[in-house]
């Protein structure tokens, strides 16, 4: 009896000390894993630290060019975005160098509604256009069938 014993445990064991191996291979790199994770807000705050710092280098230039509350033209757009990568500025750097005045952006929205408008006038003229012009084919058609039915 101890052989049949024997042999049923102990494939039992191996693949329950395979098991108990392969959880702590993956508890020790989940434990690596999490310590990276809660190293990373701390090296993102020196990485974004050290970014401004050089765009307060390069960029100086450019950022005395720019007053707030001018609006800004493409070109000034183009020459902060177009900087290398160490040196490129973030979306909340940017709108707190560059105003966009709500009169601009009201201005544009009252320009596309205009232009809309006037493409819905267009559209409606040439239906009309094309009523008229079925219309007449249609008269044609009456007067055709009524002169050959005579």
């Known amino acids: 009896m101890n052989m049949i014993h024997a042999f049923f445990t102990q494939p039992w064991i191996k693949a329950n000390d395979a098991l108990l191996a392969q959880n702590k291979i993956l ?3 989940l434990e690596n894993h999490t310590k990276t994770l809660a190293q990373l807000p701390k090296e993102l705050k020196v990485v974004a630290q050290v970014q401004i710092q050089l765009c307060e280098l390069c960029g100086g230039a450019k950022l005395q060019s720019i007053h707030r509350g001018q609006v800004a033209t493409t070109e000034m757009i183009v ?4 900087a290398p990568p160490a040196h490129r500025w973030t979306m909340k750097e940017f709108h707190n160098v560059v105003a966009w005045p709500e009169e601009q952006v009201q201005g544009d929205r009252a320009e596309a509604a205009e232009a809309s408008t ?14 008229a012009f079925e219309d007449a084919e249609d008269e044609e058609e009456e007067e055709d069938t009524y002169d050959s039915s005579d």
């Open 27 to 29: 508890t020790q790199q």
């Open 118 to 131: 006037m493409e819905m006038e267009e559209d409606d003229a040439d239906d009309d256009e094309d009523d």
């Open 79 to 82: 020459g902060m975005c177009d």
